[in-house]
């Protein structure tokens, strides 16, 4: 897994996040802000991590609550709308806990320091979740 064209810039990007987090009010206040979170839910659990994707991973930060796991990525990516304009916008993912078939742990065979988080959806869908800082305790929350 590359964590950026260099470690530099890697470093930045950690960094401006942290800013932005602080500047919005703290990880709760980001949750309910970008989740639109209902009065009640109690996050457990926030950490950044990588959300595996067909055009790579996604820099991002991971939220466990009592009722969902989500994510929303670090930076807005560009994509063609259907009418041809290029769109910037944060990509974001929200999977209620009700509709988790499972969670499964995995590693790299080559390289078992690299462990990564299957969460599968009751229709088999699934997300790959990698490169946490303190891994297990980010999969004990599930």
Known sequence: MRFGPKFS??????????ARILQLGGVKRVFRLIFCVKEGEKLLKASQCYLS???GPIAGLHFISIQTVAFCC?????????????????YKVSIPLRKIKRANQSKNAKKPSQKFMEIVEMDNFDFWFMGFLNYQKAFSYL
């Open 9 to 18: 810039e890697t470093v930045k990007g950690k960094s401006s996040l942290g």
């Open 74 to 90: 670090d930076r807005s990516i560009k994509f063609s709308s259907p009418n041809g304009e290029l769109v910037r916008i944060h």
């Open 53 to 55: 994707t067909t055009a």
